[in-house]
């Protein structure tokens, strides 16, 4: 799990949707809170696909995407391997039109692998995912930074320090 080398790619397996959001609706972020429903037939698919992957050889890292999604897989793979990570959210398989940012970011949909690959290797390992007719897209790559990044349509929409300032931490136990 852990991230390997800054400007590996993080390629995203399967389609987000707006399923698994009970924290967006906790944070008054959407209207409706809708539980993770599990996709039997495109759970398997995905997991076929990441086999077919890793039958490559390529993978360095892989992480599945079940609480918190893709903000969660890439934060902490990124920094338990010392690294950071860039995320352009814009560049996510969707299952559904009409998603926010932090929904792309952070539902909780089931089906989904992240894998990261070296940037030589991302047609090699693509082509094995598309083999098996599952969507899967380059959604960003690791970074020798100190925090991770998420972008959707060129704006900002979270940036998560490795190591949170005094100032954070103080906010946070006393606010």
């Given at each position: 799990?852990?991230?390997?080398?800054?400007?590996?790619q993080?390629i995203?397996?399967?389609?987000?949707?707006?399923?698994?959001?009970?924290?967006?609706?906790?944070?008054?972020?959407v209207d409706?809170?809708?539980?993770?429903i599990a996709?039997?037939?495109?759970?398997?698919a995905?997991?076929?696909?990441?086999?077919?992957?890793?039958?490559t050889?390529?993978?360095?890292?892989?992480?599945d995407?079940?609480a918190?999604?893709?903000?969660?897989?890439?934060?902490e793979?990124?920094?338990y391997?010392g690294?950071?990570?860039?995320?352009?959210?814009?560049?996510?398989?969707l299952?559904?039109?009409?998603?926010?940012?932090?929904?792309?970011?952070?539902?909780?949909?089931?089906?989904?692998?992240a894998?990261?690959?070296a940037?030589?290797?991302?047609?090699?390992?693509?082509?094995?995912i598309?083999?098996?007719?599952?969507?899967?897209?380059?959604?960003?790559?690791?970074?020798?930074?100190?925090?991770?990044?998420?972008?959707?349509?060129?704006?900002?929409?979270?940036?998560?320090p490795?190591?949170?300032?005094?100032?954070?931490?103080n906010?946070?136990?006393?606010?």
């Open positions: 799990k852990p991230a390997k080398a800054a400007g590996d993080i995203l397996i399967g389609k987000t949707g707006s399923d698994g959001n009970d924290t967006l609706y906790r944070a008054g972020l409706v809170m809708k539980p993770a996709l039997f037939k495109e759970e398997r995905v997991m076929e696909a990441s086999l077919a992957a890793f039958r050889g390529k993978i360095k890292a892989c992480s995407l079940g918190a999604g893709i903000g969660a897989a890439v934060c793979s990124a920094r391997g690294f950071g990570a860039h995320v352009d959210l814009t560049k996510a398989p299952r559904e039109k009409g998603l926010i940012p932090e929904e792309i970011m952070i539902c909780e949909t089931q089906g989904r692998m894998v990261q690959v940037k030589k290797d991302v047609a090699a390992v693509l082509k094995a598309r083999a098996k007719d599952v969507r899967a897209e380059v959604i960003g790559e690791i970074t020798k930074d100190n925090k991770e990044v998420f972008e959707y349509k060129g704006r900002t929409v979270a940036v998560i490795n190591k949170p300032s005094q100032a954070d931490m906010e946070l136990t006393n606010g």
